[in-house]
């Protein structure tokens, strides 16, 4: 049973350049939740996909941008990158929407280095 | 708001000492859940527990134990007789009734080194 899988797992930008970063769910799973880690912090939550729609939205700015297709995999968009934006984006698994379905599965992450 | 604060930044202890991780959250909902997770070296976020607040019931996991106390907003983890594999960067989380599961608020981990 295939955990999440995130891809791709390092990569280098630079300033104002623009990036993909793509999820796979764990199997049976329809909601993905993207996650910004920096360096010694906790990850923030940005964005969560739900029947291919943004259903909730951290404190992000709008180029951040995300996609879900049908099969449930997800894609997350930074354009313009900063510096700032160098972290580690975690993608997160769920069945449902619903707070009382269970535990977060979470990819091993990508490591977004901005120059 | 919801905020998740632990205050220890790092923990250093040797094989076999038991260790407590310390959690405290703020939050004006009167359901919500919180989360413990670890994260090993590779990155991946690795599910420990989840508590609803209506269950104040300690937990017991093998070498891991949960203290869940409302009165004082606190949802420590101990680990007893700690091993080098224990070593990782450890995360309390907290989810509101009203947001989802996904949508969790970290706080900023705490790193535990278990030296032989």
């Known amino acids: 049973d295939a955990g999440v899988t995130q891809s791709p797992t390092h990569l280098i930008k630079t300033r104002g350049q623009q990036v993909t970063l793509r999820c796979s769910p764990k199997s049976g799973h329809d909601t993905v939740s993207w996650y910004q880690q920096a360096l010694g912090q906790g990850p923030q939550f940005i964005f969560q996909y739900y029947e291919e729609e943004e259903r909730q939205r951290g404190n992000f700015p709008d180029r951040f941008s995300g996609h879900q297709f049908p099969n449930y995999s997800s894609e997350l968009n930074v354009n313009a990158l900063l510096l700032g934006d160098s972290a580690l984006y975690l993608c997160?698994?769920?069945?449902?929407?619903?707070?009382?379905?269970?535990?977060?599965?979470f990819g091993e992450g990508s490591r977004l280095t901005v120059l | 708001a919801q905020k998740v604060t632990q205050a220890q930044t790092e923990i250093s202890v040797v094989e076999k000492e038991d260790v407590t991780l310390d959690c405290v959250y703020e939050t004006r909902d009167t359901t919500y859940y919180l989360f413990w997770y670890k994260q090993p070296p590779s990155g991946e976020l690795v599910f420990l527990i989840r508590r609803n607040s209506f269950d104040e019931q300690n937990e017991i996991s093998g070498r891991y134990s949960w203290n869940f106390q409302k009165s004082t907003s606190s949802f420590n983890f101990t680990i007893t007789a700690s091993q080098v594999v224990d070593s990782a960067v450890y995360f309390c989380a907290l989810s509101e009734r009203t947001g989802t599961a996904s949508k969790l608020t970290f706080g900023t981990g705490t790193r535990l080194q278990v030296t032989l």
């Open positions: 997160a698994s769920s069945l449902g929407l619903a707070a009382n379905t269970g535990e977060l599965f």
